[in-house]
Every structure is written in C-alpha cells, then in structure tokens.
Nanobody, 116 residues
C-alpha cells in the first residue's frame, strides 16, 4: 500500500522547535520530489518547503531561515526541522510526494499548534 505517514507534531510554546517526519511505504522516495504543505483553519493549503530528488530545496518566505527540509532516501523519510516557531505556524502539516507522470501522494497530516 502506497502511503505517507507524518509524525512529530504537537503543542509547543512560541520560540520552541519541532521536527516533523514523513515516512513513505509502498514506494521509494529517491526519485520523487518531496514537500511539506500546511493548512491553517479557514485558509488555503500552502507550500512550506520542498526538496527535489537531487536535493535542491525551496522555502516559503515566511519560514526561510527558521525551517529546514531534508531527506534520507535510505530511510525513505523526509524531515522538516522547525525552529523559532511562531503562533502563525499553527496548522496541519502535510507531506507530499510527486514524480513526473504520476499522481501526487499525500499524507494524512500532523497538527502543529504554537501557543503560550
């Protein structure tokens, strides 16, 4: 069964850090571009960070310098290290895998809440 499973979310105070993980099963991620999206209540889903199959990365302006995306193809896992978290980072975070000619694969999401 092809799936992505996110984990690592939770409730943290402003300024704290979290590391999200996205584990793939049923397929290998090495040839896929992987990305993290988030969706806050009442807002559209937005791209947070992406990493190509070759390792190139891109980030939303709102998270540059605070978030880092990385991948471990041997573990079939993508990570999102989130530092200096802000209340506006509160959202459900989703992992996505995409490859030319294939349908995108989405995870079920993990909740991140930043609140004092």
């Amino acid at each position: 069964q092809v799936q992505l499973v996110e984990s690592g979310g939770g409730l943290v105070q402003p300024g704290a850090s979290l590391r999200l993980s996205c584990v793939a099963s049923g397929f290998g991620i090495s040839s896929y571009a992987m990305s993290w999206y988030r969706q806050a209540p009442g807002k559209e889903r937005e791209l947070v960070a992406g990493i190509s199959a070759g390792g190139s990365t891109n980030y939303a302006d709102s998270v540059k310098g605070r978030f880092t995306i990385s991948r471990d193809n041997a573990k079939n896992t993508v990570y999102l290290q989130m530092n200096s978290l802000k209340p506006e980072d509160t959202a459900v975070y989703y992992c996505k895998a995409v490859r030319p000619g294939r349908l995108a694969i989405w995870g079920q999401g993990t909740q991140v809440t930043v609140s004092s």
